[in-house]
């Protein structure tokens, strides 16, 4: 898989050189690059953003770096990863759908994702026109509902999400399957040895008898009750059916 980022905070992206994914790119498994926008500037203060267009507060990112920041970095793709090669465009933003673990397992069957790190009140529309002129897919895509300063630390937390699913990242397969979120339930609660621990105050903490049954089925129905009680205490909203244009929402 290839990625390719586009920030004026190259150095945010720095944790992708360690653990599973620095592991991942020197394994080959992950081609990723990281590009500085302001590269694609031509004026001495290498100038990103303008003040808006109608007033406003804050400050607006250009078009032209970002089109010609495109247009580069779709080239240099294209002559590594063949001719016929697309991106998929992403611009973290608060205002996309909902990235979610279902979104983290389809892309990790894309061949090659841009990232598109947007900063100070947001990039000009015409940029998304422009992309979907190109016939570039574009898609937006937030982490949750809450204001992020910038685009960066959701390129980290997408970026591990996707590579860990990609085959041979992860070592053992089993544990993607029996992950949180992968089956639409929170993860049961986990034990290790000791078996019967006495917490720092003297109170004896007994791990759950039936984990040390022996009985793999139980076990298996047991922990399928705890991911579902844990479920409907914390997340009520990941057991009840999609809301639908019928319900009038
Ligand atoms: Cl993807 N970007 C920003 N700037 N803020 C966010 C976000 C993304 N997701 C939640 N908040």
Redesign the pocket.
């Known amino acids: 898989m290839r990625i390719d980022v586009l920030t004026l905070f190259p150095e945010y992206l720095a944790p992708l050189e360690l653990s599973l994914i620095g592991k991942a790119r020197r394994d080959g498994l992950v081609d990723l690059r990281v590009h500085q926008l302001r590269d694609w500037t031509h004026d001495r203060h290498r100038t990103v953003d303008d003040t808006p267009l109608g007033g406003g507060a804050g400050m607006v990112m250009k078009p032209e770096p970002w089109a010609e920041a495109f247009a580069a970095v779709r080239a240099a793709g294209r002559a590594e990863l063949g001719e016929d090669a697309e991106p998929l465009i992403v611009f973290?933003?608060?205002a996309?759908t909902p990235?979610r673990q279902a979104t983290a397992q389809e892309w990790s069957g894309r061949e090659w994702i841009v990232f598109a790190c947007?900063r100070y009140e947001g990039i000009d529309e015409r940029v998304y026109e422009h992309l979907a002129d190109e016939g570039f897919e574009v898609a937006l895509?937030?982490?949750?509902?809450?204001?992020?300063?910038?685009?960066e630390?959701?390129v980290l937390a997408i970026t591990e999400a996707v590579v860990r699913l990609v085959p041979g990242v992860v070592g053992n397969a089993e544990s993607l399957v029996e992950e949180s979120h992968s089956a639409g339930l929170l993860e049961y609660p986990l034990y290790t040895r000791p078996a019967a621990w006495t917490d720092p105050s003297g109170t004896l903490r007994e791990a759950p008898a039936i984990l040390l049954s022996g009985d793999h089925a139980r076990i298996a129905a047991w922990r399928r009750e705890q991911s579902e009680a844990r479920t409907a205490a914390r997340r009520p909203d990941l057991l009840a059916p999609p809301a639908t244009p019928a319900d009038g929402a």
């Open positions: 973290p933003n608060p996309g990235f947007g895509a937030s982490l949750g509902d809450y204001v992020l300063n910038g685009g630390v959701a």
